[in-house]
């Protein structure tokens, strides 16, 4: 899963923001090497399945220095 992200608002108080260039772009990787089903039951009597996983991930964060 990768993206970027962008940030526009608008302010009663500056008017509008014009939208500008991203200066953020993000990567998730995910490893996932074990994965279990399993029941449990709530407080109130309601039995739900759960997924448990155990695995890593890694964020990268990158800036475009040119646009702060």
Do not use: H
């Amino acid at each position: 899963m990768s993206g970027n992200f962008m940030e526009i608002q608008e302010r009663p108080e500056f008017g509008e923001i014009e939208p500008q260039p991203s200066t953020l772009s993000c990567e998730v990787e995910t490893v996932v090497r074990s994965m279990k089903w399993r029941k449990v039951e709530g407080t109130d009597g309601v039995v739900v399945k759960m997924v448990e996983a155990t695995g890593s991930f890694t964020i990268k964060i990158r800036v475009n220095k040119e646009n702060i």
